[in-house]
């Protein structure tokens, strides 16, 4: 069985190159792009953006576990543990638009369409960024 270290990883010179690479996603012209290559496009992002919201979070739980058992136990090491949660939003900026996962799969590359997990669509009726893929 294989381990990640996952905080190497995420200090590594490779890591610091795909954040670089991931900043220049803004500057894409996204609008002027054909269907084949918008659809292209962000099954990249979202399958990259994957890869390193898992990373991030495997990591940040990691600190989270190593945190809880340097606490205080008790009701005031259980209150500020739970008020010390606060889980950091996790988007790409493509072309100008900020996207986060779920935005992506089900807003975009889906139509749409809702989450299994949800009772409404990822994106407003009337949210400028399903004009990207419309008509996918």
């Known amino acids: 069985m294989h381990t990640i270290d996952v905080e190497a990883a995420l200090k590594s010179p490779e890591y610091k190159k795909y954040i670089s690479a991931a900043a220049e996603l803004e500057k894409i012209d996204i609008l002027n792009l054909s269907t084949e290559q918008k659809v292209a496009v ?9 890869v390193h919201f898992f990373l991030k979070k495997v990591f940040e739980e990691g600190k ?50 809702k989450s299994p997990n949800n009772y409404m669509a990822s994106l407003k009726s009337t949210d400028n960024r399903l004009e990207i893929l419309r008509g996918y």
């Open 42 to 50: 962000f099954l990249n992002v979202y399958q990259s953006m994957y």
């Open 64 to 113: 989270a576990e190593e945190g809880e058992q340097n606490q205080k136990s008790g009701l005031i090491g259980s209150l500020s543990s739970y008020f010390a949660y606060s889980p950091k939003p996790f988007f790409y900026n493509v072309g100008g638009f900020n996207f986060n996962l779920e935005e992506i799969k089900h807003g975009l590359l889906r139509n749409n369409l």
